[in-house]
């Protein structure tokens, strides 16, 4: 399948209009203004970023409240907690919940939920190795966390490092030899990211070291375009064919590349420069394409309307302003839905804090879940479910036998919590003792997932990707009768039946 290509359109500009408010509520385009919104936002239906509720009224409808006397005070009920499972009691002590509402007594597991689902062995195994980018390249004093840059398109093409190499697998087919490779050119430096994307599914973004930016054709396994773009950290593709890019210095840039001309294409570039620190990570909101999430080196994470240049007001209340905030890092983050976000961050200690925000300015209840294992991985399902894959855990003294460490329950395992209570599903392990977790990546369906494992020291940069998987197919729900058929339907059944027992009376 050849590229698709779109019509130049010279009025399409990325940059994002000035606006002396930055809440969203304030935004208005005027008509003149119309013409400088990309497509993938004109196609985008505008409707309320969030309704109220707490986090867990995103995924079950709350009972309504009882009516109060006027001014009468509210009084705040604790639910009691629930007997722990026997089976999850390690995975329970290594996770401490905050403000998470234990699970019901009579919770069942979804049919497709990893409990069910998740396989205890990999289904494959494919060997990589990680691209080693020395401090001279970048000037920086080398990669503080190993990570290996994965991406699976829609047509379950895997793509993946050997060395500077990026190799592509077919997953869904039976043939072990990995498919067509290439690398980028000597000049552009060393592969540091890569995405498939959505719209064009044989199209691969890759990000260098050397501040190169490439698009590759995986068909005709031709580079079809290449531009720079100053200290590349992480880059994403959103629904549509707009390429954002997060860099060093903790700024955003919007590429839309339906824009022939690589020189309009770059003129016309959004850019957003809240950040004060190095971005981490980026992530576009799958279910509205307009909306985007980055978090940086110092634990900040903003909420972007693409179309403005100052970020949303969404969050906790920090000093009577919304703030998203971790006290380390951004490690990665993950939408659980088209209005909550997860977002994780590791100490130095290997320790990590899991949070979990709702897109609004009103929310208060903001989870907060640590564990004493690093999360390198955040995927969440249909079926409301959330899996963390976890990295090196943190070692604890035995209190009576300080030559026997105790190591972390959770350390480089897989685990499945059931959402919005945080109950354990599963937990499995799938690398080797001696290596370690250093990311992972879910397909498009949802139901199956890459874990990147190497070396536990971190020198070795050989490892394996263990295709396993997670959640069951979605089900097609029963389809019920049509209110206009099925209600005629079940009436002439009723009169019938009244007729025979003799107690219609016919006027």
Sequence with gaps: MSLKRVPSESSIDLRPTKKTRSDASSYAPSEASISSIPEFVLSASAKPLLSRGSFSSVFSTPPPSPRRPHGARLRSITPLPTPMDE??????TSMRSRTCTPAPENFRFASESARYNMEVQPRSVIDFSLPTIPASIDGSEGDVELSCPLSWSSQNILAFPRGNRIYLKNITSTVEDVGYTFKPSKKHGILRTLDFCRDVPNLLALGTSNDNIELWDI??????????ATGITCLQWNEGRVLAVGDKKGSIQYYDTRIDDRKEMKMKKGKVTRHEAPITTISWNRKDPKYLASGDKDGVIYYWDSRQDAPLKVGEMVQRRRKMQHDHAVSVMGWCNSRVLATASNAP????????????????????????????GVHASWCREIVL???????????????????????????????????????????????????????????????????????????????????????????????????????????????????????
């Design 349 to 376: 200690d290997n320790t990590s804090v899991l949070r979990v925000w709702t897109m609004d300015d009103y929310s208060e209840n903001i989870e907060r879940h640590e564990y004493d294992a690093t999360v390198v």
């Design 87 to 92: 089976a999850f009691a390690d995975l329970e």
């Design 219 to 228: 068909e005709s396994k031709k580079m079809t375009r290449s531009w720079t």
């Design 389 to 507: 894959t976890h990295g090196p855990g943190k070692v604890t003294s035995h209190p009576s036998n300080l030559a026997a460490p105790i190591p972390s329950a959770i350390e480089n395992s897989v685990v499945a919590y059931a959402l919005p209570y945080f109950k354990q599903a599963k937990q499995v392990k799938y690398v080797e003792s001696g290596s370690r977790n250093l990311g992972s990546v879910l397909d498009r369906t949802g139901t199956r997932m890459v874990v990147a494992a190497c070396g536990a020291d971190g020198g070795t940069t050989a490892g394996q990707l263990q295709v396993c998987d997670v959640w069951g197919k979605k089900t097609a729900p029963v389809p019920e009768p049509s209110s206009v058929h099925g209600g005629l339907v079940r009436r002439q059944n009723s009169l019938s039946s009244l007729s025979r027992r003799g107690s219609l009376i016919i006027r």
